[in-house]
């Protein structure tokens, strides 16, 4: 059974930096897409970062420029560098992967990130 496993959350104050890591197991072949998602206290989950297996990442506007999400195909692993952090970035982090276009995506078991004033 296919298992995303997250890592690097916690605690940071406005304007630091954390790194998310994400790594799969139990699959042999490379995702098509492997991604973070995050999800605010009282709100949706909504898309952070994605990364093709072939071609080049996708971010949400309100983290371009800050967040660089980065992938090693051969080992489905995936990190997600987050700089100049502010707390509307709080919230529980999510990795997300898919093995096929129609394929339901698999989702980790999310991370806490918390960015004080």
């Known amino acids: 059974q296919v298992q995303l496993v997250e890592s690097g959350g916690g605690l940071v104050q406005a304007g630091g930096s954390l790194r998310l890591s994400c790594a799969a197991s139990?699959?042999?072949?490379?995702?098509?897409?492997m991604g973070w998602y995050r999800q605010a206290p009282g709100g949706q989950r909504e898309l952070v970062a994605t990364f093709p297996r072939q071609g080049n990442p996708n971010y949400s506007a309100s983290v371009k420029g800050r967040f660089t999400i980065f992938r090693k195909n051969a080992e489905n692993t995936v990190w997600l560098q987050m700089n100049n952090l502010n707390p509307e970035d709080t919230g529980v982090y999510y990795c997300?992967?898919?093995?096929?276009?129609?394929?339901?995506?698999?989702w980790g078991q999310g991370t806490q990130v918390t960015v004080s004033e």
């Open positions: 997300n992967a898919r093995s096929g276009h129609v394929s339901a995506p698999y």
């Open positions: 139990a699959i042999t072949s490379s995702f098509i897409y």
